[in-house]
């Protein structure tokens, strides 16, 4: 087991009151917890998070302390989430004749 980063709700330093945030969809709880109020833009990876608020797109972001502040964000909340991963992979269907694909949602 390695330990996680701590994660941060972080600010532009321009920024007064939060009206709008960046996150990855997973942190989206601590969005919620920490900032219930803003606007949410949802990007791919914490670190474009952190890249929004630095050139002043959103008023802040959910992101890692460490990024964060090498940014020149604000940090305003910082936290240690316990995350866990899943790997997934594909397992055969043995009812799904070979060489077909079973319909998707």
């Known amino acids: 087991m390695a330990p996680t980063k701590q994660m941060c709700l972080t600010s532009h330093p ?3 009151v ?3 945030v960046a996150l ?3 942190t989206q709880v601590f969005a919620d917890t920490f900032a219930p109020a803003a606007d949410r833009r949802y990007v791919d990876a914490k670190p474009a ?3 929004l608020a630095a050139r002043g797109e959103v ?3 959910i ?3 460490d990024v964060a502040t090498q940014a020149g964000l604000t940090v305003r909340e910082v936290f240690e989430p316990t ?6 992979r594909p397992v055969t269907n ?4 070979a060489g077909t694909r079973a319909n998707r949602c």
């Open 63 to 65: 992101g890692s302390v």
């Open 94 to 97: 043995p009812l799904q004749p």
């Open 83 to 88: 995350m866990v991963w899943c790997l997934y």
């Open 18 to 20: 939060l009206r709008s």
């Open 59 to 61: 008023d802040g972001c």
């Open 24 to 26: 990855h969809p997973v």
């Open 49 to 51: 998070a952190v890249q």
């Open 14 to 16: 321009a920024a007064g």
